[in-house]
C-alpha cells in the first residue's frame, strides 16, 4: 500500500515525536500528523545479500527523524543527500522507507 | 533444598503464554509467595535476575528460583512495534550499521571480527550444553555465506530453543546452604529508548551498556582490571569487539586488536555464537557461567583462579542494557 511519509508533532509545545505517537512523551498532549521534507542525510549505509541479490540500505536522518531505508544511486556516500521517493506498508504490514541519492 | 523453601518463582521469557511462571512452579512443586514472568526482548533474563536480587535485598523473599525458557519460533525474534526499522526488522541490520561504522571509525577488520566467532566456537566446543560445539576458523567464517556486508552467516547467533535456571539466596540462608557461595556485587541496567531510532544517531559504542557499567562497577566497588573472566553479549561477533570497549576493557576503538590478544577470558560458555540465543534464557545461562567459573565448576574450560566476573547482557540494538558483576568475596 502506498504510504504519505507524515510525522506527529505536539500540539502544545510543537515537539517532534519520533517514533509516531498520538501523544506528545514530553507533555502529554495530542499530536497532529504533519509533512516533513523528504529530503534527508545518509548517516551510515551498507549491502545485505538476504533477499538473494545486493540491496543498499542505511540510516538517513530527515530532519531528525531517524530510520532504516533502502537507497539507491550510483554515488552513494557517508553524509550524501538522499531523497525519500517511495513508502508505504508492505504485505506483512512492515512500514518501508526507499531513498535515492540526489536531490 | 526442598521446593517448599523457595519464595520466588521468576520466569524469562519472550513467549506469550499465559499464567507461566505460576505453572512452573506448580509443576515442580513449589508454592511461592511470589510468581512472576518477565520479557525484556534478549536482556530478559538478567532483568529477572534483577527482579530476584530485589525481592531478596527488600527482605520479602529469602530465595528466587530464575528460570528463563524459549522456543527457537520465539515472538521475541522480532520487535514488530518499532517502525523506525522499516522494511529492515531484522537484528542483523542494526548489527551491520555497528560493524560498517566501527569498520569505518576504527579500522576494525572482517578477520577481526571472525576471530571473536572462532574464539566463542572454540570454547563452545568444551561445554557439552553448547548447540554449536564444532570448532572453525578464521577462514571458514570468513568463507560463510555473506548476509550482509560485512556480516557472514558464522559472525550471526541463531535463534535456538534452550531454558536455563539459577537458584538466588539471602546472604544468610546461602552462608547456612552453600559451601563456596557466589555473591551478586554489582548491578547496572539502562534502558534508553525501545526504538533503535535513538541508537541510530550515535552508533559509536552502546550508551546503555556504558551507563549500566559504570553503575554495576560503582556498586560493586570493582573497575575494568578485576574483571577476570566475562560473558559478553555476542548475538553479532562485532557486539562482542564493541563490549570490550563499553565494558573499559580498551579504549574505544581497539576492540578489534582486543580479541588479536584474548586479555580476558571473555564468553568461556562458547558465548550465543557458540550456545545459541535462547532469548529469554540466555542472560540466566550468562550468569550460571560466570557462577560455575567462580565455584571453580566449570569443568573443562575453567579459568584458574577467577574470583570476579561479569555479565553483559543486551537487548534491540542496545536500546537496554544489564551488566551484573558477581564475586567470590
Ligand atoms: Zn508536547
Avoid at chain 2, 81 to 95: C, E
Avoid at chain 2, 148 to 154: I, R
Avoid at chain 2, 226 to 249: K, P
Wanted: include cysteine; glycine fraction near 10%.
Amino acid at each position: 500500500m502506498k504510504g504519505d511519509f507524515r510525522v506527529p508533532f505536539c500540539r502544545t509545545c510543537r515537539d517532534r515525536v519520533w517514533p509516531p505517537f498520538e501523544r506528545c512523551p514530553t507533555c502529554l498532549s495530542k499530536t497532529i500528523f504533519k509533512r516533513i521534507s523528504r529530503m534527508g542525510i545518509l548517516l551510515e549505509f551498507s549491502t545485505s545479500f538476504i533477499s538473494g541479490h545486493a540491496q543498499d540500505f542505511g540510516i538517513v536522518d530527515l530532519e531528525g527523524v531517524h530510520l532504516l531505508g533502502s537507497v539507491q544511486g550510483n554515488n552513494i556516500f557517508l553524509g550524501c543527500t538522499v531523497v525519500m521517493y517511495d513508502c508505504g506498508v508492505d504485505e506483512n504490514i512492515r512500514p518501508f522507507y526507499k531513498f535515492r541519492t540526489g536531490t | 533444598m526442598s521446593p517448599t523453601e523457595i519464595d520466588a518463582v521468576i520466569f524469562s521469557s519472550c513467549s506469550s503464554d499465559q499464567y507461566s511462571a505460576s505453572i512452573i512452579a506448580e509443576m515442580l512443586g513449589i508454592k511461592p509467595k511470589i510468581a512472576q514472568r518477565i520479557d525484556n526482548l534478549c536482556n530478559s533474563g538478567t532483568t529477572a535476575v534483577i527482579s530476584g536480587y530485589g525481592l531478596i535485598a527488600s527482605g520479602l523473599c529469602k530465595s528466587a528460583l530464575i528460570v528463563g525458557a524459549e522456543s527457537r519460533n520465539s515472538p521475541g525474534r522480532t520487535l514488530g512495534w518499532d517502525v523506525t526499522r522499516g522494511s529492515f526488522a531484522l537484528p542483523i541490520y542494526w548489527a551491520t550499521m555497528y560493524a560498517r561504522n566501527h569498520m569505518r571509525t576504527y579500522g576494525t577488520t572482517e578477520e577481526q571480527m571472525a576471530m571473536v566467532a572462532v574464539k566463542n566456537r572454540k570454547n563452545a566446543s568444551k561445554n557439552p550444553n553448547a548447540l554449536y560445539r564444532k570448532r572453525i576458523t578464521v577462514d571458514e567464517v570468513m568463507a560463510s555465506k555473506r548476509i550482509t556486508y560485512p556480516l557472514k552467516l558464522l559472525d550471526c547467533s541463531s535463534l535456538c530453543t534452550g531454558a536455563s535456571a539459577i537458584l538466588l539466596l539471602s546472604e544468610v540462608m546461602s552462608s547456612r546452604r552453600v559451601e563456596n557461595p557466589v555473591y551478586v556485587t554489582g548491578i547496572g541496567a539502562q534502558t534508553n529508548s525501545a526504538s533503535l531510532s535513538k541508537v541510530m544517531s550515535d552508533m559509536n559504542g552502546t550508551g546503555t551498556a556504558k551507563i549500566a557499567a559504570k553503575d554495576a562497577y560503582d556498586m560493586a566497588k570493582k573497575t575494568p582490571k578485576d574483571i577476570d573472566v566475562a560473558e559478553l553479549h555476542d548475538a553479532f561477533s562485532i557486539m562482542e569487539i564493541m563490549a570490550y570497549e563499553d565494558l573499559g576493557f580498551v579504549d574505544r576503538g581497539m576492540g578489534g586488536r582486543f580479541v588479536e590478544k584474548g586479555m580476558v577470558a571473555t564468553n568461556t560458555r562458547g558465548g550465543i555464537l557458540g550456545c545459541g540465543h535462547p532469548l529469554g534464557a540466555t542472560g540466566i545461562s550468562q550468569v550460571a557461567e560466570i557462577t560455575a567459573q567462580l565455584s571453580g565448576d566449570a569443568g573443562r574450560r575453567q579459568v584458574k583462579g577467577c574470583k570476579t566476573g561479569l555479565v553483559h547482557n543486551l537487548s534491540a540494538g542496545g536500546t537496554s542494557a544489564t551488566i551484573i558483576i558477581l564475586g567470590v568475596d
